[in-house]
């Protein structure tokens, strides 16, 4: 820009200069014929000789100007067509690899729908049977520790949840600097795709987590319903027919 003003100003200087010098050898020089021995001087040729020149001039200092906004525009796309890293995903997918493989570990009855109906059904049969004193005490035992089992596995993934929110307070803090420094508008929307991205890992853990504890409670209620059946069994067993003893 400084060289932009500086051609301007020296176009204007030539150019007066140029009238001021063709207004004043017009005054001097007399007007007398011309003859061969003398070369004429003619102050229009020149005043329009120098007025072609800052036209020149002009135009070299407007094509100088729309170089530099050419420029100037190019910068701007390169800015806005930056990427920035995003290191930070290949923690996020561990962090929800860790939470599916415990999810996978989850013992006597599974999430998962292909085993899930006839794995309830070996374990909570709830057919109305009665079962000896050692059948139903083995029965119930393996219910309690099914039970158990459950709520301890929500407990691990509870656990595994908690880790992982410690360290997505790191992972939030570096988004948002990526996020309040992002250059161009390139980098803008990739910060904030990363943060959409932390977002959709946290919502994720919860949905599992709440897979966990309702699995938990749904063999908890399922226990209980399979006890009452059981005693409702046990207890007609035991009346049989309601005439055990007829008097004689």
Do not use: C, W
């Not at 525009?73 to 690899?97: C, G, K, V």
């Not at 946290?202 to 209620?221: D, N, P, S, V």
């Amino acid at each position: 820009m400084i060289r932009t003003h500086a051609l301007k100003g020296t176009v204007s200087v030539v150019l007066g200069l140029g009238l001021i010098g063709a207004a004043s050898i017009s005054l001097v020089v007399p007007m007398r014929p011309a003859s061969a021995q003398f070369t004429v001087f003619d102050p229009t040729n020149y005043s329009q000789n120098l007025l072609t020149a800052a036209r020149s001039l002009q135009q070299i200092d407007n094509q100088i100007r729309m170089l530099q906004n050419q420029a100037q525009s190019l910068i701007n796309q390169a800015r806005n067509l930056s990427t920035i890293s995003f290191p930070e995903l290949d923690a996020l997918r561990q962090d929800l690899q860790r939470v599916d493989q415990l999810m996978g570990q989850a013992q006597g009855i599974q999430l998962r729908v292909a085993t899930l109906k006839q794995q309830f059904r070996d374990r909570f049969p709830n057919n109305g049977r009665a079962l000896s004193g050692d059948q139903n005490l083995t029965a119930a035992k393996a219910r309690l520790d099914l039970t158990l089992s459950a709520f301890q596995h929500t407990m691990t993934v509870q656990a595994q949840v908690a880790e992982n929110v410690q360290a997505d307070a790191a992972t939030l803090d570096a988004l948002v600097a990526k996020s309040q420094g992002a250059a161009g508008a390139l980098q803008a929307a990739q910060a904030t795709n990363q943060l959409l991205a932390l977002s959709a890992k946290q919502q994720f853990q919860i949905q599992t987590l709440m897979a966990a504890q309702y699995r938990a409670q749904a063999i908890e209620q399922a226990s209980r319903a399979q006890a009452q059946s059981d005693a409702r069994a046990a207890t007609a067993k035991f009346l049989g027919s309601g005439s055990a003893y007829t008097p004689r």
